[in-house]
């Protein structure tokens, strides 16, 4: 089993500075692989990025993804007021199929 | 839009059933694989397994020995049971839809429902 390690466990940032989260895989993983979600308090969680690096439809360009091999890395630029939230790393493999780390809270300072 | 709802009984007693359906608006049933995922308290999700209209079905193995799932296309809706529950089951249950195109991740989630195992 692929196990996902997301980094920090918590993130203390104001509204414009730049967040960067870290999602660290046991194994490698293929980059087509890796996904993010964000998940706000009471909501589904929400596709933002797929493939590592593409962004999901409607999701903002302050939103970019990178990384390859084990290290993953999810940027929000500008960070907006709704912004903060949890957000999830999570890889496709074979067994279990779908994997997830466990979380990133950004929180406002 | 694809819309999910779970619905079912938000207590459970220890060693019973937990059984949820999600019903799904905005897409047939029949077109897609849908996948059952719950949140523990304090912890990432965790991915439950999926199912196909045609009824194949794909479990997590360190649930594969508790967990059924099933398809009524009339209704567009799909199930989970998971028997023999204990504490350790209370989780929010989310049921979403598998990116159709690659199967990778999934596009389309429903809210949650609170499931507690308590007595």
């Known amino acids: 089993e692929i196990v996902l390690t997301q980094s920090p466990g918590t993130l203390s940032l104001s509204p414009g500075e730049r967040a960067t989260l870290s999602c660290r895989a046991s194994?490698?993983?293929?980059?087509?692989?890796l996904v993010w979600y964000q998940q706000k308090p009471g909501q589904a969680p929400r596709l933002l990025i797929y493939?590592?690096?593409s962004r999901a439809t409607g999701i903002a360009d302050r939103f970019s993804g990178s990384g390859s091999g084990t290290d993953f890395t999810l940027t929000i630029s500008r960070l907006e007021p709704e912004d903060f939230a949890v957000y999830y790393c999570q890889q496709y493999g074979s067994s279990p199929m779908y994997t997830f780390g466990q979380g990133t809270r950004l929180e406002i300072k | 839009q694809v819309q999910l709802q779970e619905s079912g009984p938000g207590l459970v007693k220890p060693s019973e059933t937990l059984s949820l359906t999600c019903t799904v608006s905005g897409a047939s049933i029949s077109s897609f694989y849908w996948s059952w995922i719950r949140q523990s308290p304090g912890k990432g999700p965790e991915w439950i397994g999926y199912?196909?209209?045609?009824?194949?079905?794909n479990y997590n193995p360190s649930l594969r020995s508790r967990v059924t799932m099933s398809v009524d296309s009339s209704e567009n809706q799909f199930s989970l049971r998971l028997s023999s529950v204990t504490a350790a089951d209370t989780a929010v249950y989310h049921c979403?839809?598998?990116?159709?195109?690659?199967?990778?991740?999934?596009?389309?989630w429903g809210r949650g429902t609170l499931v507690t195992v308590s007595s």
């Open positions: 979403a839809r598998v990116e159709p195109n690659t199967a990778w991740y999934f596009d389309y």
């Open positions: 194994q490698s993983v293929s980059s087509s692989y």
């Open positions: 493939g590592a690096s």
């Open positions: 199912i196909y209209y045609s009824g194949r079905t």
